[in-house]
């Protein structure tokens, strides 16, 4: 799955003569299915009083790529798998950052080694997440 810019608008679509759905995005269409996740590392939880949680959507009219501009599908780099409760990243560390970072740590080698260096990674993944707690 894709962002949900590309996939709510055509995913929802609120009746325009029932009042009841003002504020709302309204229903989904029927060729799609969603499913609203919990979140635990988020407090999210999709079974509350007041639902909250990541909004999951499948459906063979989804986003799978930029009509005739493979270049622009190229860029896009998170992919959500709908078998897994995560998603994955690819990280382009910033050398300047990651060659001081190794300095400070005792830790040789180029850049191409740095990334690979398997306590780089550990302390990139470790920034990842203390940023996503501070931020919520």
Known sequence: MIG????CAGTFVSLPNDL?????VGPPVPNVDVRLESVPE???????EVPRGEICIKGNTLFSGY???????????????SFESFLVAIINPNK???EH?????????DFSTL????KAKE?????LTKIGKEKK
């Open 42 to 48: 988020m407090g999210y939880d999709a079974l509350s």
């Open 101 to 109: 970072w190794a300095e400070l740590n005792g830790i040789t080698g």
């Open 20 to 24: 009841s759905m003002l504020g709302t």
């Open 115 to 118: 990334c690979e260096n398997p």
């Open 123 to 127: 302390y990139i993944l470790g920034e």
């Open 4 to 7: 949900l810019t590309e996939t």
């Open 96 to 98: 300047q950052a990651l």
């Open 67 to 81: 009509y005739k501009r493979e270049d622009l599908t190229e860029e896009i780099w998170v992919y959500g798998n």
